[in-house]
């Protein structure tokens, strides 16, 4: 099992252009989430999926989109990038049958807008 | 969900056990307390979970207070590999799946 990949890995933005952050689980997990990293600090969550079809706000909505694609995939979308979007992008899943006690995250996508 | 302290960093030395404290006295009954860690650039991962009762498994052993308003994550041999942000989560089960991370701890093991 590949457990939770991300894609890409790293990408460089200009202001005000637009990408889609990919994440992908194979653990047929039905919790999804999206985070992100500023330096120094812990992660905040932006958006979640708690089943396929439905997605909530997390602490740090504002300036995102996401889609729950499939059971398998949620992906994360910059309309409009800002310098204040420049963070590490973690994607988690986790398995609501079980409690949803463990979150399995991916390896990160590091975001740079200048 | 109840808030958490940590100290910002500590140190052990490699085979030691490391003692890592966590504040959580306005936690509520329905709250578990969760440790996960954050080595540098990867993505956290999870150690260990515990509502009342100490709990241990291969990576780790978590003690909780009897009134449940601090814990101890125990990393029994430490090794330089254990160099990471340790964080102490308090989460009820309703809280809509959510995990709010605070500011960690970050514990250097030293040779």
């Known amino acids: 099992n590949a457990g939770v990949t991300q894609t890409p890995k790293f990408q460089v933005l200009k202001t005000g252009q637009s990408m889609t952050l990919q994440c992908a689980q194979d653990?047929?997990?039905?919790?999804m989430y999206w985070y992100r990293q500023d330096p120094g600090m812990g992660l905040r969550l932006i958006y979640y999926?708690?089943?396929?079809?439905?997605?909530d706000k997390g602490e740090v909505p504002n300036g995102y989109n996401v889609s729950r694609l499939n059971k398998r995939e949620f992906s994360l979308r910059l309309e409009s990038a800002a310098p204040s979007q420049t963070s590490v992008y973690f994607c988690?899943?986790?398995?609501?049958?079980?409690?949803?006690?463990?979150?399995?995250f991916g390896p990160g996508t590091r975001l740079t807008v200048t | 969900d109840a808030k958490t302290t940590q100290p910002p960093s500590m140190d052990c030395a490699e085979g030691r056990a490391a003692n890592l404290p966590c504040n959580h006295s306005?936690?509520?009954?329905?709250?578990?307390v969760y440790w996960y860690r954050q080595i540098h650039s990867q993505g956290p991962q999870y150690i260990i979970h515990?509502?009342?009762n100490n709990e241990t498994n291969e990576m780790a052993s978590l003690i909780i207070t009897e009134d449940r308003k601090s814990s101890t994550l125990i990393l029994p041999h430490a090794t330089l590999r254990d160099t990471a942000v340790y964080y102490c989560?308090?989460?009820?089960?309703?809280?809509?799946?959510?995990?709010?991370f605070g500011g960690g701890t970050r514990l250097m093991v030293k040779p």
């Open positions: 988690a899943s986790s398995d609501r049958d079980r409690g949803d006690y463990e979150q399995y």
């Open positions: 989560i308090v989460r009820s089960d309703n809280a809509g799946n959510m995990l709010t």
């Open positions: 515990g509502l009342k």
């Open positions: 653990m047929n997990h039905n919790s």
């Open positions: 999926s708690a089943s396929e079809g439905t997605t």
């Open positions: 306005t936690i509520s009954g329905n709250e578990y």
